[in-house]
C-alpha cells in the first residue's frame, strides 16, 4: 500500500473511532455500573472492599420477616433504586467525555443521599463508587477498545 493511500486509511480509522467514541464510552461506563452493582448487591462491600455497616437491628428484623437476606446490605429491597442508577452523557469535547453516573429521579436520589449519610449508624459511603478493580477491568476493555481501530 502506497503512503498516501494508508495514510488516508489511518485518518478514516480516527474519524470512525471519533465518531463512535461516545456510544462506545457509555457502554464502558454501563460495564463499569453493571460491575459496581454486582459487588454491591451480592457481596455487600464498598469500593475499598470492606463490608457496609450492617442493617439496624429493627430493620434487620422488618427485612427479615419480609423475607429478604440480612447478612451484608446490598441496598436491594425493590430493585428500583438499582434499575434508577443509569450512566448519562453530560459532555462531549474533543478530547473528553464526561458521564455522569446518578439515579434518574427524585425518590432514588434522596434513596443514594440517604445512602451517604446513615444517621444512628456508621457512615456507609458512596455506594456506587467503583472499586480499583472494576476501573481497571474496565479501562483494560477501553484499550482493547481503541485497538480495534489501530
Known sequence: ?????????????LAQMAANRPAEALQLVN?????VKLRVQTEGKDSQNKPFSPYSEGYAKRRAKAG????????????????????????????????????????????LKGALVQPKAS?????????????????GLNRNRISKYI
Do not use: C, H
Not at 500500500?1 to 480509522?13: F, T, Y
Not at 457512615?123 to 479501562?139: F, N, W
Open 68 to 111: 429478604f437476606q440480612i447478612q451484608y446490605v446490598d441496598f436491594t429491597r425493590s430493585g428500583r433504586l438499582w434499575a434508577n442508577v443509569q450512566p448519562v452523557v453530560i459532555d462531549v469535547k474533543e478530547n473528553s467525555i464526561t458521564i455522569q453516573v446518578s439515579a434518574r429521579d427524585a425518590e432514588n436520589i434522596q434513596k
Open 1 to 13: 500500500m502506497e503512503a498516501r493511500a494508508w495514510i488516508e486509511l489511518q485518518r478514516g480509522k
Open 123 to 139: 457512615p456507609r459511603g458512596q455506594i456506587i463508587r467503583p472499586s480499583r478493580q472494576e476501573i481497571d477491568l474496565v479501562a
Open 31 to 35: 460495564d463499569l455500573n453493571a460491575l
